[in-house]
């Protein structure tokens, strides 16, 4: 195998990591960018002890499964460094998103910065949502729901009816 196959090979592979506390339109955004440009895409939920999710590992992958319309998308949940994961699934790209906010880059940039060091030859791309789901983060839609709120704009029907099926110490408005 020539050092052209071995670099196509390696870059066919990208993960999307993130929390998903829920899955919005501002990921699915990200999610069909990513499947358009890469082989293979892993939408995957990395566990962090240090946060404290409105929905449980189970149920965010379930609303990403239901929202999931890409053959070439596969979803996954880990724990440890991010890094690691993408060795054990032969990920040469890690895919984050950005929003209209400095911070956020800020951090991106950091994290982009700590993975090289640690594996250099993981490469991360940023995809931005699209111009009209730029805005929304998943924090606005959890006080959003959490308020009983109108959240149709902002999740995919299959999500929405999901959350709206559980058990939360709301009320959910579905316009």
């Not at 982009?112 to 699209?130: D, H, M, Q």
């Not at 999500?159 to 058990?167: A, E, K, P, T």
């Amino acid at each position: 195998m020539g050092p052209e196959k071995k670099m196509r090979d390696t870059y066919s592979v990208a993960i999307f990591p993130g929390s998903f506390d829920p899955v919005h339109y501002g990921h699915l955004d990200v999610v069909e960018t990513a499947s358009e440009l890469f082989s293979k895409v892993i939408w995957a939920i990395g566990v962090n002890p240090l946060k404290k999710p409105m929905f449980s590992l189970e149920q965010r992958l379930e609303m990403m499964r239901l929202a999931n319309k890409f053959p070439n998308v596969s979803v996954a949940s880990f724990s440890g460094l991010l890094v690691r994961f993408a060795q054990s699934q032969e990920a040469g790209v890690i895919v984050r998103s950005l929003r209209m906010v400095a911070a956020d880059f800020e951090y991106e940039f950091q994290m982009t910065l700590v993975n090289r060091k640690l594996v250099g030859e993981l490469k991360t791309i940023y995809i931005p949502a699209g111009q009209e789901h730029m805005h929304m983060n998943s924090t606005i839609v959890r006080e959003l729901i959490l308020s009983g709120e109108d959240v149709e704009g902002y999740l995919p029907p299959e999500v929405l009816m999901f959350i709206r099926g559980q058990n939360i110490h709301t009320r959910i408005r579905l316009s």
